[in-house]
T-cell receptor
Framework: AQSVTQLDSHVSVSEGTPVLLRCNYSSSYSPSLFWYVQHPNKGLQLLLKYTSAATLVKGINGFEAEFKKSETSFHLTKPSAHMSDAAEYFCVLLSGGYNKLIFGAGTRLAVHP | EAGVAQSPRYKIIEKRQSVAFWCNPISGHATLYWYQQILGQGPKLLIQFQNNGVVDDSQLPKDRFSAERLKGVDSTLKIQPAKLEDSAVYLC????????????????FGPGTRLTVT
């Protein structure tokens, strides 16, 4: 079965400190993985995607993620948090041949001054 | 380019009433998706259209939910009758097409409709 587990429901950091949002996946196939961000009252926005090319993927707003097959992980990081990064983040697995997305439960990131 | 449009943005109804949501995808996008996002959870796919045909509706509660995509453009999702557990945000998304021969194709999401059933 294909699934996504986000290991933290809430993460709180201070502005200017590093961000780490953890994600593990389960897939019978070589996976395609994404991170989406959801700001309050706004639509989901794609941050970055992994599709079997380079294992270190760079996204928008300074975020990046590293695909580790041996650990079945796809953690999201950012060297220095900004207040505007406060949002809900979803790790997402592409399932099957019809572009079906399987979402994790989400991690709410809070950034404190 | 214009994004995915949804209306209404908010809706409050009583249980056993009916409700309908509307979605207008990005122009030229052949694939349209409806998701349900319950508070504290990630979005769950309800139904996926390729043009005006259904590709996947395995998680759509067909006894009360229905969806159509006439002419392969706009789509409507209906709930009749609504239950308390239907309270959620309903998200519409679109992508150029489905399949992975040259994909995956990025899905673009609308702002959602927040439904409260009392």
């Amino acid at each position: 079965a294909q699934s996504v587990t986000q290991l933290d429901s809430h993460v709180s950091v201070s502005e200017g400190t590093p961000v780490l949002l953890r994600c593990n996946y389960s897939s019978s196939y070589s996976p395609s993985l994404f991170w989406y961000v959801q700001h309050p009252n706004k639509g989901l926005q794609l941050l970055l995607k992994y599709t079997s090319a380079a294992t270190l993927v760079k996204g928008i707003n300074g975020f990046e993620a590293e695909f580790k097959k041996s650990e079945t992980s796809f953690h999201l990081t950012k060297p220095s948090a900004h207040m505007s990064d406060a949002a809900e983040y979803f790790c997402v697995l592409l399932s099957g041949g019809y572009n079906k997305l399987i979402f994790g439960a989400g991690t709410r990131l809070a950034v404190h001054p | 380019e214009a994004g995915v449009a949804q209306s209404p943005r908010y809706k409050i109804i009583e249980k056993r009433q009916s409700v309908a949501f509307w979605c207008n995808p990005i122009s030229g996008h052949a694939t349209l998706y409806w998701y349900q996002q319950i508070l504290g959870q990630g979005p769950k796919l309800l139904i996926q259209f390729q043009n005006n045909g259904v590709v996947d509706d395995s998680q759509l509660p067909k006894d009360r939910f229905s969806a159509e995509r006439l002419k392969g453009v706009d789509s409507t999702l209906k709930i009749q009758p609504a239950k308390l557990e239907d309270s959620a945000v309903y998200l519409c998304a679109s992508s150029l097409r489905t399949g992975q021969s040259k994909g995956p194709y990025e899905q673009y999401f609308g702002p959602g409709t927040r439904l409260t059933v009392t």
